[in-house]
């Protein structure tokens, strides 16, 4: 997606109407109404695809094959003020690109099973062989059939917003959902063997992958790591244990960003269920938070670019693990067999690798 020609028509068309993102104000300068639109569903919402196909827009009647596909956007505060974009990108069979770009900002409103845009600002940029220029659109309603349910990804619970019915087709996923403020703690797993012992002393120490210098666990203080993808850390301490991912770029779609970093510590309880010739032992370990923490960062998105820091509620999480002596070239494996609990995934995450994700000793 032409990330820099989205961020561009976007900057010019809102310093127009006079604000940023979803910042700007009515004509007259008055505050707006507070919409019918859910406080829990404010934030920002994403969708993109790669590629789209054939699509014509319905304000031009041109038709072209998506080969760029599109991104959409909207940005809602908890008011119900919004921002909707809707960049598209392709080719026509009379121009080798064409592209669409429709922005709006407004009051939302959300009743039922119906999604409604009221724009008191609406503008299309078109890009179409010797047809482009700017388009002031209609400021009437634009309304979509809409249905919301939870949506799981491979780090944790969104919301995704399926909309039909309109102009647009789309399935927006929330960047930025409430987190739970008191979810549940689920019980030991009934195949779960508990033991008595702290981590043994052969195990005792920093375990990482990749970078392991992301958060501090004496002072609380944090740095995001560089690049994209995820970093962890596991140290074992006489009967307990600190342990923190960091992921940079959560999120797969959209023009704004995610990145998160997770740390939690507390008690461990040590159980040998197995050993695997003279150098593997494996069993299962309770881990017994006491304190859980969830700072969360967008980036590349306008006025809501910000870091935001959440105490969690500590949560007993149920592992498998294995730990391999030196001798046998030492080696430590965490397993995530047993149902987890709401901040499961932080700790779960294997990039698809399995139950198992390995660290090494530092």
Not at 67 to 93: C, D, I, M, R
Not at 191 to 214: H, I, K, S, V
Not at 247 to 274: H, Q, S
């Amino acid at each position: 997606m032409n990330k820099t020609v989205m961020g561009l028509l976007a900057g010019l068309f809102l310093t127009a109407c006079g604000g940023g993102g979803n910042e700007g104000s009515p004509p007259g300068g008055s505050n707006p109404p507070t919409g019918s639109f859910p406080a829990e569903l404010s934030g920002v919402w994403q969708d993109t695809l790669a590629s789209g196909g054939e699509f014509t827009n319905l304000y031009t009647g041109v038709t072209f094959n998506m080969t760029q596909g599109y991104s959409a956007q909207l940005k809602v505060k908890p008011n119900g003020e919004f921002y909707f974009a809707h960049y598209s990108q392709g080719v026509s069979s009379t121009c080798a690109l064409v592209s669409f770009f429709d922005q709006m900002v407004g009051q939302a409103e959300f009743t039922g099973s119906r999604l409604v845009l009221r724009p008191r600002e609406r503008r299309l940029d078109v890009q179409n062989c010797a047809n482009s220029g700017s388009l002031n659109l209609a400021i009437s309603p634009v309304s979509f059939d809409a249905s919301v349910a939870e949506y799981e990804t491979f780090l944790d619970t969104t919301v995704q917003m399926v909309l039909s019915g309109g102009p647009y087709p789309l399935k927006f996923k929330l960047l930025n959902p409430t987190l739970p403020a008191n979810p549940p703690q689920p019980p030991q797993p009934q195949d779960f063997q508990l033991g008595t012992a702290g981590p043994y002393d052969e195990m005792l120490g920093l375990w990482g992958y990749r970078d392991t210098n992301f958060y501090n666990p004496q002072t609380g203080a944090y740095q995001f790591p560089e690049g994209t993808g995820h970093h962890r850390f596991l140290r074992w301490l006489p009967g307990g244990y600190e342990m923190g991912l960091a992921y940079v770029r959560v999120n797969l779609e959209g023009v704004c960003k995610k990145d998160l970093i997770y740390f939690e510590k507390g008690n461990a309880l040590f159980k040998i269920t197995n050993q695997r010739g003279s150098d593997t032992y494996q069993g299962d370990v309770r881990l017994e938070a006491t304190q859980a923490r969830l700072i969360v960062r967008i980036r590349e998105c306008g006025a809501e670019n910000g870091v935001q820091e959440h105490t969690l509620k500590p949560l007993t999480g149920y592992h498998r693990w294995s730990y391999t002596l030196p001798a046998g070239g030492e080696d430590f494996m965490l397993g995530c067999h047993y149902p987890g609990h709401a901040w499961g995934p932080y700790i779960c995450y294997t990039s698809g690798q399995g139950p198992w994700y390995n660290l090494e000793r530092r």
